[in-house]
Protein backbone atom coordinates (compact mmCIF):
# COMPACT_ATOMS: atom_id res chain seq x y z
CA UNK A 1 0.00 0.00 0.00
CA UNK A 2 0.88 3.47 -0.31
CA UNK A 3 2.21 5.88 2.54
CA UNK A 4 1.91 9.71 2.98
CA UNK A 5 4.53 12.15 3.90
CA UNK A 6 2.75 15.37 5.38
CA UNK A 7 4.38 18.11 7.19
CA UNK A 8 4.46 20.16 9.18
CA UNK A 9 2.17 18.58 11.72
CA UNK A 10 1.47 21.51 13.32
CA UNK A 11 2.06 25.36 12.35
CA UNK A 12 1.09 28.95 13.55
CA UNK A 13 1.43 31.37 11.44
CA UNK A 14 0.70 35.18 11.58
CA UNK A 15 -1.70 36.91 9.36
CA UNK A 16 -0.02 38.56 6.23
CA UNK A 17 2.91 35.35 5.98
CA UNK A 18 2.95 32.90 3.15
CA UNK A 19 2.33 28.94 3.68
CA UNK A 20 3.93 26.19 1.90
CA UNK A 21 2.31 22.45 2.99
CA UNK A 22 4.35 19.70 1.22
CA UNK A 23 3.16 16.26 0.90
CA UNK A 24 4.85 13.34 -1.04
CA UNK A 25 3.52 9.96 -1.56
CA UNK A 26 5.42 6.53 -1.51
CA UNK A 27 4.61 2.99 -2.67
CA UNK A 28 2.62 4.13 -5.62
CA UNK A 29 3.96 6.25 -9.05
CA UNK A 30 1.18 8.51 -11.15
CA UNK A 31 -1.33 8.55 -8.43
CA UNK A 32 -4.12 11.01 -8.01
CA UNK A 33 -3.56 13.75 -5.00
CA UNK A 34 -5.86 15.85 -2.94
CA UNK A 35 -5.79 18.71 -0.79
CA UNK A 36 -8.56 18.61 1.95
CA UNK A 37 -8.94 21.08 4.69
CA UNK A 38 -11.10 20.31 7.91
CA UNK A 39 -12.69 22.72 9.68
CA UNK A 40 -13.87 22.74 13.49
CA UNK A 41 -12.94 18.94 13.15
CA UNK A 42 -15.61 18.39 10.77
CA UNK A 43 -16.55 18.37 7.18
CA UNK A 44 -13.82 17.43 4.69
CA UNK A 45 -13.69 19.95 2.38
CA UNK A 46 -12.10 19.37 -1.09
CA UNK A 47 -10.02 22.08 -2.07
CA UNK A 48 -7.78 20.96 -5.38
CA UNK A 49 -6.76 17.67 -7.05
CA UNK A 50 -4.03 16.48 -9.59
CA UNK A 51 -4.03 13.59 -12.26
CA UNK A 52 -0.51 14.57 -12.89
CA UNK A 53 2.23 16.71 -13.10
CA UNK A 54 1.37 20.35 -13.63
CA UNK A 55 -2.17 19.60 -13.47
CA UNK A 56 -3.90 21.07 -11.01
CA UNK A 57 -8.07 21.63 -10.44
CA UNK A 58 -9.14 23.74 -8.24
CA UNK A 59 -12.65 23.37 -6.26
CA UNK A 60 -13.23 26.30 -4.53
CA UNK A 61 -12.30 29.91 -4.98
CA UNK A 62 -10.02 30.62 -2.24
CA UNK A 63 -6.81 32.06 -1.12
CA UNK A 64 -4.46 29.29 -1.78
CA UNK A 65 -2.92 27.65 -4.23
CA UNK A 66 -1.55 23.87 -5.29
CA UNK A 67 1.63 23.14 -7.33
CA UNK A 68 2.29 19.55 -7.86
CA UNK A 69 5.94 19.92 -9.40
CA UNK A 70 7.06 15.98 -9.44
CA UNK A 71 4.81 12.71 -9.86
CA UNK A 72 4.46 12.21 -5.98
CA UNK A 73 4.85 15.42 -4.59
CA UNK A 74 2.24 18.01 -3.74
CA UNK A 75 2.30 21.79 -2.76
CA UNK A 76 -0.16 23.75 -1.14
CA UNK A 77 0.57 27.45 -1.23
CA UNK A 78 -0.35 31.03 -0.07
CA UNK A 79 1.59 34.55 -0.54
CA UNK A 80 -1.09 35.90 2.16
CA UNK A 81 -2.91 34.04 4.63
CA UNK A 82 -6.12 34.82 6.22
CA UNK A 83 -7.32 34.35 9.60
CA UNK A 84 -9.91 32.02 7.83
CA UNK A 85 -7.01 30.18 6.82
CA UNK A 86 -6.96 28.15 10.15
CA UNK A 87 -7.92 24.41 9.68
CA UNK A 88 -6.79 21.03 9.26
CA UNK A 89 -5.51 20.20 5.83
CA UNK A 90 -5.05 16.63 4.52
CA UNK A 91 -3.32 15.60 1.67
CA UNK A 92 -4.95 12.43 0.21
CA UNK A 93 -4.01 10.22 -2.48
CA UNK A 94 -5.49 7.06 -4.74
CA UNK A 95 -4.29 4.86 -7.30
CA UNK A 96 -5.75 4.72 -10.61
CA UNK A 97 -7.84 1.55 -10.91
CA UNK A 98 -8.10 1.38 -6.68
CA UNK A 99 -10.85 3.87 -5.38
CA UNK A 100 -9.53 3.80 -1.65
CA UNK A 101 -7.72 7.08 -0.53
CA UNK A 102 -4.86 7.20 1.46
CA UNK A 103 -4.55 10.45 3.84
CA UNK A 104 -0.98 11.79 5.38
CA UNK A 105 -1.20 12.89 9.29
CA UNK A 106 -2.06 15.92 8.70
CA UNK A 107 -1.02 19.83 9.42
CA UNK A 108 -3.04 21.93 12.09
CA UNK A 109 -2.65 25.21 10.63
CA UNK A 110 -3.53 28.45 13.38
CA UNK A 111 -3.44 31.84 11.66
CA UNK A 112 -3.12 34.65 13.79
CA UNK B 1 -21.72 20.73 -8.53
CA UNK B 2 -21.73 17.78 -6.46
CA UNK B 3 -22.81 17.45 -2.99
CA UNK B 4 -23.64 14.53 -0.09
CA UNK B 5 -25.92 15.35 2.88
CA UNK B 6 -24.71 13.63 5.90
CA UNK B 7 -27.11 12.66 9.11
CA UNK B 8 -27.15 13.04 11.92
CA UNK B 9 -24.18 15.45 12.77
CA UNK B 10 -24.10 13.56 16.53
CA UNK B 11 -25.11 10.69 17.29
CA UNK B 12 -25.18 8.83 21.22
CA UNK B 13 -26.02 5.28 22.08
CA UNK B 14 -25.57 3.07 24.94
CA UNK B 15 -22.97 0.40 24.65
CA UNK B 16 -24.80 -2.82 22.83
CA UNK B 17 -27.01 -1.09 20.60
CA UNK B 18 -27.02 0.04 16.90
CA UNK B 19 -25.95 3.27 15.22
CA UNK B 20 -27.14 4.34 11.76
CA UNK B 21 -25.83 6.76 10.04
CA UNK B 22 -27.12 8.41 6.44
CA UNK B 23 -26.06 10.31 3.52
CA UNK B 24 -27.35 10.83 0.21
CA UNK B 25 -25.52 12.12 -2.94
CA UNK B 26 -26.37 14.70 -5.77
CA UNK B 27 -24.65 13.01 -8.93
CA UNK B 28 -26.17 10.00 -10.44
CA UNK B 29 -22.75 9.14 -11.87
CA UNK B 30 -21.12 8.51 -8.37
CA UNK B 31 -20.52 4.75 -8.48
CA UNK B 32 -18.57 4.38 -5.27
CA UNK B 33 -19.46 4.81 -1.79
CA UNK B 34 -16.73 4.63 0.91
CA UNK B 35 -17.06 5.14 4.80
CA UNK B 36 -14.48 6.38 6.50
CA UNK B 37 -13.71 6.36 10.25
CA UNK B 38 -11.81 9.59 11.88
CA UNK B 39 -10.42 8.95 15.73
CA UNK B 40 -9.51 12.26 17.71
CA UNK B 41 -6.94 14.30 16.01
CA UNK B 42 -5.79 11.12 13.92
CA UNK B 43 -6.39 10.59 9.90
CA UNK B 44 -9.38 9.29 8.51
CA UNK B 45 -8.83 5.59 7.55
CA UNK B 46 -11.67 3.71 5.36
CA UNK B 47 -13.64 1.42 7.19
CA UNK B 48 -15.83 0.02 4.82
CA UNK B 49 -16.62 0.81 0.91
CA UNK B 50 -19.51 0.03 -1.41
CA UNK B 51 -19.92 -0.07 -5.34
CA UNK B 52 -22.97 0.75 -7.19
CA UNK B 53 -23.46 -2.85 -8.73
CA UNK B 54 -24.43 -4.32 -4.97
CA UNK B 55 -27.51 -3.38 -2.78
CA UNK B 56 -25.33 -4.13 0.41
CA UNK B 57 -22.22 -5.39 2.03
CA UNK B 58 -21.11 -6.58 5.42
CA UNK B 59 -17.80 -6.67 7.39
CA UNK B 60 -18.73 -8.25 11.42
CA UNK B 61 -20.15 -5.65 12.95
CA UNK B 62 -20.10 -2.95 10.13
CA UNK B 63 -22.70 -2.90 6.82
CA UNK B 64 -23.69 -0.46 4.61
CA UNK B 65 -26.57 -0.72 1.93
CA UNK B 66 -27.01 2.03 -0.97
CA UNK B 67 -30.30 2.35 -2.60
CA UNK B 68 -29.38 4.03 -6.29
CA UNK B 69 -32.50 5.11 -7.50
CA UNK B 70 -32.94 6.91 -4.45
CA UNK B 71 -29.43 8.54 -3.76
CA UNK B 72 -28.61 7.58 -0.24
CA UNK B 73 -26.58 4.90 1.35
CA UNK B 74 -26.44 4.23 5.47
CA UNK B 75 -23.89 2.74 7.43
CA UNK B 76 -24.57 0.56 10.39
CA UNK B 77 -22.80 -0.74 13.43
CA UNK B 78 -24.20 -3.24 15.48
CA UNK B 79 -23.35 -3.86 19.38
CA UNK B 80 -21.21 -0.93 19.47
CA UNK B 81 -18.58 -0.77 21.70
CA UNK B 82 -16.47 2.41 22.79
CA UNK B 83 -13.78 1.98 20.73
CA UNK B 84 -16.11 2.97 17.99
CA UNK B 85 -16.36 6.46 19.25
CA UNK B 86 -15.49 8.59 16.40
CA UNK B 87 -15.89 10.93 13.34
CA UNK B 88 -17.38 8.87 10.70
CA UNK B 89 -17.82 10.65 7.04
CA UNK B 90 -19.52 9.22 4.36
CA UNK B 91 -17.82 10.04 0.54
CA UNK B 92 -19.16 9.29 -2.69
CA UNK B 93 -17.24 9.74 -5.90
CA UNK B 94 -17.41 8.25 -10.00
CA UNK B 95 -14.32 6.52 -9.33
CA UNK B 96 -12.04 6.02 -12.31
CA UNK B 97 -14.93 4.65 -14.58
CA UNK B 98 -14.28 6.78 -17.88
CA UNK B 99 -11.53 8.74 -17.42
CA UNK B 100 -12.78 10.10 -13.81
CA UNK B 101 -10.66 11.04 -11.54
CA UNK B 102 -12.20 9.30 -8.16
CA UNK B 103 -12.32 12.83 -6.77
CA UNK B 104 -13.96 11.87 -3.13
CA UNK B 105 -16.72 14.61 -1.87
CA UNK B 106 -17.14 13.92 1.44
CA UNK B 107 -20.36 14.39 3.80
CA UNK B 108 -20.50 17.09 6.86
CA UNK B 109 -19.45 14.06 9.19
CA UNK B 110 -20.91 12.01 12.31
CA UNK B 111 -19.47 12.14 15.74
CA UNK B 112 -20.50 8.64 17.08
CA UNK B 113 -20.07 8.84 21.16
CA UNK B 114 -20.60 5.38 22.28
CA UNK B 115 -21.55 5.16 26.54
CA UNK B 116 -20.18 2.28 28.24
Known amino acids: SQTIHQWPATLVQPVGSPLSLECTVEGTSNPNLYWYRQAAGRGLQLLFY??????ISSEVPQNLSASRPQDRQFILSSKKLLLSDSGFYLC???????????FGQGTRLTVV | GENVEQHPSTLSVQEGDSAVIKCTYSDSASNYFPWYKQELGKRPQLIIDIRSNVGEKKDQRIAVTLNKTAKHFSLHITETQPEDSAVYFC???????????????FGTGTLLAVQP
Open chain 1, 92 to 102: ASTMWGNTEAF
Open chain 1, 50 to 55: SVGIGQ
Open chain 2, 91 to 105: AASRGNYGGATNKLI
